[in-house]
């Protein structure tokens, strides 16, 4: 586990963030933030798969964004305003994660510039990301959204249920069917 | 025009960026960055009004973003990943501008902790903008989105082409008439 952030953190930088984190198991379907809850933590994906999901008073699902191993999850916006979350983060596997208290990660930022810069970068990736699925929601039609979806996310067809990345294709089930069944002849 | 870097920077921090950048007057129409170039600017935007606007290949315009006086502007992903940009950014108004090269800005911002604090901030509030933005046009039919818009940009319905409000709902110009007088009457 340890190995997995040392990809991203000189040794001595893992070792503190590891040092105010819990190492937790979720099992899929649950939730690791709800919607209407005021986010307290993050987490650190070691292993496994998560989304970020909406859902309307009608039960309809909008999966906005679909996060792997190596990253970070948080309802970030909400958290940083202390304010209600608009989405739930729910596994899609079993995961491992570090969980951190939004308490101690802020006393960590504060310690040493290097975590601000750490942050900064998350945050632009972060930015960058959503700007690119933006992109992709305003411009391109549902087969071109497919093909960009494969490329951002090798082997994830398999992973994830249909009725998932429809709901982040911002199409139906039988629209996805359809268009999958084109590829293939 | 100082006085207004001054309200969102302490007087010595706002002569030190003044000092890397250029006033400069933009007229309505004109563009500050193009799609396609790779950005090598910013702006801080002293009076005037801005928006970001993706242009397809059929000459459709998705306005995805409009950008108020006190703010930056800059086609941010593509400039740090020194990638060109996908969107123009084009002034609505005749606006005045503190114009800066994003080399004096790295500079800057590798000579104090301040300035990448005050620039996390910044891409935070993108971000948060971005994530409310997405939602609404993931979960708000045109109705409640232009209520939303309202909120947003009080005032702006009146400074503000219909046409462009319109691209920025992601709806057509005779969707925004025909909303607007239900609102009217």
Request: hydrophobic residues 40%; proline residues 3%; aromatic residues 14%.
């Amino acid at each position: 586990m340890r190995n997995l952030l040392q990809n991203i953190l000189p040794t001595e930088k893992a070792e503190e963030i590891i040092s105010i984190g819990k190492i937790k198991r979720i099992q899929p379907n649950e939730y690791f933030i709800r919607a209407g809850e005021i986010p307290r933590k993050l987490a650190f994906v070691f292993t496994g798969l998560f989304r970020y999901v909406y859902i309307d008073d009608n039960g309809n699902e909008f999966t906005k964004g679909i996060i792997q191993n190596n990253s970070f999850i948080s309802s970030y916006s909400a958290m940083i305003s202390k304010s209600s979350s608009y989405f739930f983060i729910e596994a899609i596997e079993e995961s491992e994660i570090l969980e951190i208290s939004y308490d101690k990660w802020l006393v960590l930022l504060e310690s040493d510039a290097f975590w601000v810069k750490f942050l900064l970068r998350f945050v632009e990736k972060g930015f960058s990301i959503k700007e690119k699925r933006e992109r992709d929601l305003l411009l391109l039609n549902a087969e071109t959204r497919y093909v960009s979806f494969l490329k951002d996310f090798p082997g994830m067809e398999k992973r994830i249920k249909q009725t998932i990345i429809a709901s982040y294709l911002g199409i139906q089930p039988e629209s996805l069917s359809r268009i999958k069944k084109k590829f293939q002849s």
